[in-house]
């Protein structure tokens, strides 16, 4: 099953897969598109690497932020 992300949807109207993005901060979970570009940071936290954020959504072991 496929998680799509709640603020791309709540602020944006937009029904997007999560995936692991990264920014000048770090690692992340939110979504986005190759058309669009970077839509929603959905995770509360950012990870120090790729790997993390891929277990962390993975495992669903991560915060669900409920405001941009």
Known sequence: MQQT???????C?????LSV???GAGYY????SDE???VSRE??????NRNA???ALK????TQKQTP
């Open 5 to 11: 992300g709640y603020l791309a949807v709540k602020f």
């Open 13 to 17: 109207g937009l029904s997007l897969p």
């Open 21 to 23: 993005l990264r920014s």
């Open 29 to 32: 979970i939110g979504t986005g």
């Open 36 to 38: 669009i570009g970077p």
């Open 43 to 48: 995770s509360a936290e950012y990870f120090p």
């Open 53 to 55: 954020a891929e277990a």
């Open 59 to 62: 495992a669903g072991y991560w």
